[in-house]
């Protein structure tokens, strides 16, 4: 029986994503080779203090690059190649490119381990730039939220609490309105669902109770063309009661 499970990390210490990924021997990271030295890596956001990672000048995204950890060679996205990139587990020396056959660090192919993690993040994805990782990063300042999401979700890190921070709990208990639809007594929290077509969006909304029990507590056809910007942010209004 094969067990696969992968999830967006929470914060630090509380995560069971982080505590399942820690119980592997193995954790993989995705290493390419840097166009200009040959080094391999993995690609790293990096701070102001680190001399690798995400480079920019203050208040210019489109100036984004890439600094190399091995060499300072300058990287630009459309420069990677990863064509012969694999994952690497730094602790074990174990590699592979496709999940199916395994090396080790002297080169040897072995059977495949019994347990192993995978991370990787944004910075990687053919759907997205580093422009765009940047302009996210920025609009981030200030803001604990945003910070905490972007590091969850875009870096897939965990997100480590500082002290004096308030847990989610409170800030969720000054977010909450009255649901309009009745809410039977045993529910326990709420889910919605959305269903995209063409002409409108479809939302269902699910109470869940003790041992997976569920009702439906709301239905909404929010109708309009998919891409419109005022159906968007009707549906956005929708989604966003607590």
């Known amino acids: 029986p094969k067990s696969i499970r992968g999830s967006t990390p929470k ?4 995560c069971q994503i982080e505590r399942a990924a820690s119980e592997s021997p193995h954790f993989m990271r995705f290493h390419v080779a840097c166009p200009h030295c040959g080094e391999e890596q993995y690609l790293k956001f990096g701070d102001k203090e680190t001399p690798f990672g995400l480079k920019w000048t203050p208040d210019d995204p489109s100036s984004v690059f890439y600094l190399c950890e091995h060499n300072a060679c300058v990287i630009r996205q459309q420069e ?3 064509t012969d990139a694999r994952y690497i587990c730094e602790k ?4 592979t490119r496709d999940g199916i056959l395994w090396f080790s660090s002297s080169g040897e192919e072995i059977e495949p381990p019994d347990s192993v993690t995978f991370h990787i993040w944004t910075a990687y994805s053919p ?3 580093w422009v765009q990782i940047v302009k996210d990063w920025m609009k981030t ?3 604990t939220g945003k910070r905490k999401t972007f590091v969850n979700t875009t870096l897939g890190e965990t997100w480590e609490a500082k002290i004096g921070e308030r847990p989610d709990a409170e800030v969720m208990a000054e977010r909450k309105e009255h649901y309009s639809a009745p809410v039977p007594d045993r529910v326990a ?3 919605a669902g959305i269903d995209s ?3 409108r969006y479809e939302m269902r909304v699910w109470g869940w109770g003790p041992g997976e029990e569920s009702w439906l507590i709301d239905r909404q056809i929010i109708m309009g063309r998919h891409d419109d910007e005022q159906t968007l942010l009707r549906v956005d209004e929708a989604i966003n009661k607590t």
């Open 11 to 14: 914060v630090r210490g509380t």
């Open 127 to 129: 759907f997205t730039t």
């Open 141 to 143: 300042k200030g803001d």
């Open 197 to 199: 077509q063409l002409d």
């Open 92 to 95: 074990t020396g174990i590699w």
């Open 80 to 82: 990677l190649d990863f």
């Open 189 to 191: 929290y709420l889910t």
